[in-house]
């Protein structure tokens, strides 16, 4: 497998920790196509200046975070600029404590481009779209750089992009900021750049320090961060990239508040942002969440509790189990099938023979073997999640390396059978009997 070893063995220290990695996804991405490319299609639509709404549904290890992953480097590879953010108890849509503004304040951070995958990509944008109006007015004037006539006109044309975002609700404002950012880049002033980022990033405590600072009346905080991040999609959008795109993972915090007031104005705002995408009222930007079934379907607390929300998430009542309605904004994320699961032990069995020096001798049968072993521990008719059964996979793969001596079967046989008698809730073969037997899902898969 051609990967680099540097992102082989950041492939495999992640799943070895049961996280998902940020590099390297499509060596290991299997399945999922048919999601995958619903969300190609959202890509597409916010690129032509539309907006999207998705909410990702899955149990805990399913796959959630992964698909969110693979999305995020997609929408990177297509010149968009990525915000992601994880849900927590100090992070949240709406809060009485500056949560929602900890959030924004946290997107902004994680801005992410594709020369700038790893966030903090703010100033990049800014400077490479004010390199890029200097390089353009080079051409188009006759003036040498740094000349009176130069500045002038990279000014003006500086305005002219600024000017059509006054039209928005804080258009003005933002359009100030920017503008004190360049005249910080032509001067040389880092103070004032600085101060424009902190702006931009949300980090002014008042309106008292930012005016003296940046000479604005108005600061960024919890009441209208969203209308900012609409502000900066199409700012974005207007300095050469495709659109935003926004990921919120781990959206089961929300549904864990305790105060009902205080999660029904978080569903709020979850409403206000799904009305906005659905009747177009936004443009170049988009939004997923990552969610557990408990967090959409639960009627006490989860989504649907909130009628406005249950209405517009509710499924396609004609779909079934083999035809998911993939064009509404919920997309429940299935199981992997035997098939998949088998293809991505390959993967992972490949890049770790690729990190080192001597190959561990790990066959597809033995895969195999370790599948149904699993399958039979557990007594189950499913898998646990694919991000279990990957680490175990990855712990008996650094065993191989570290005692060479034994083999593979050996090993998986011993281990599973120590965990077999250590857990009271296993089911022994024997116990595993007739339609109830978890092994009949093995029964149309075979290893050649």
């Keep these: 497998m051609a990967i680099p070893r540097r992102e082989a063995i950041t492939i495999l220290n992640s799943l070895a920790a049961g996280v998902t990695p940020r ?211 199409r700012f974005v959008r207007n300095v050469g990239y495709t659109g935003l795109l926004i990921c919120f993972d781990e959206a089961a915090y929300l549904y864990k508040i305790s105060n009902s007031i205080s999660r029904k104005n978080n569903y709020e705002a979850i409403l206000n942002i799904l009305n906005d995408c659905l009747q177009g009222k936004a443009s170049s930007i988009g939004f997923i969440f990552g969610g557990t079934p408990e967090f959409m379907e639960d009627s006490r607390r989860g989504l649907y509790s909130y009628e406005a929300l249950r209405s517009r998430l509710s499924g396609n009542r004609f779909a079934t189990a083999e035809m998911q309605d993939l064009s509404g904004p919920v997309l429940l994320i299935p199981s992997l099938t035997n098939e998949e699961i088998f293809v991505l032990l390959q993967k992972v069995r490949d890049i770790y023979n690729s990190t080192i020096l001597v190959a561990i001798e790990v066959s597809d049968s033995n895969i195999h073997s370790f599948m149904e072993s699993t399958l039979r521990r557990i007594g189950s008719r499913e898998f646990t999640t694919p991000r279990e059964l990957i680490r175990d996979f990855v712990s008996l793969l650094n065993l191989l390396v570290q005692y060479p001596e034994k083999k593979f079967g050996d090993l998986a046989g011993e281990i599973i059978a120590a965990q077999s008698t250590q857990d009271p809730t296993s089911i022994a073969p024997e116990d595993v009997q007739d339609e109830d037997d978890p092994l009949d899902r093995f029964t149309n898969f075979k290893v050649n």
């Design 23 to 233: 590099a390297g996804l499509r060596h290991i991405a299997v399945g999922r196509s048919k999601e995958v490319n619903a969300i190609k299609q959202d890509l597409d639509q916010i690129a032509a200046d539309g907006a999207s709404i998705r909410f990702i549904i899955g149990r805990y290890g399913s796959g959630k975070s992964f698909l969110l992953q693979l999305i995020r480097s997609y929408a990177l590879d297509s010149k968009f600029v990525v915000a992601d953010v994880d849900f927590s108890p100090e992070r949240r849509l709406f809060g009485s404590s500056d949560e929602a503004i900890s959030t924004y304040r946290e997107l902004a951070r994680n801005i992410s481009t594709q020369t700038r995958p790893d966030g903090n990509a703010l100033p990049i944008i800014i400077e490479k779209w004010i390199a890029g109006v200097q390089s353009q007015v080079m051409q188009d004037c006759a003036a040498s750089s740094g000349s009176p006539e130069f500045v002038c006109e990279v000014e003006k044309k500086i305005v002219q992009t600024l000017s059509a975002m006054h039209e928005l609700v804080h258009g003005f404002d933002f359009a100030q900021v920017i503008n004190a950012y360049f005249r910080g880049y032509l001067t040389g002033d880092d103070t004032l750049k600085n101060n424009a980022i902190r702006w931009l990033r949300g980090e002014f405590p008042n309106k008292t320090e930012a005016s003296q600072a940046l000479g604005v009346k108005a600061i960024i905080d919890s009441d209208n961060y969203y209308d900012y991040l609409k502000i900066l999609a």
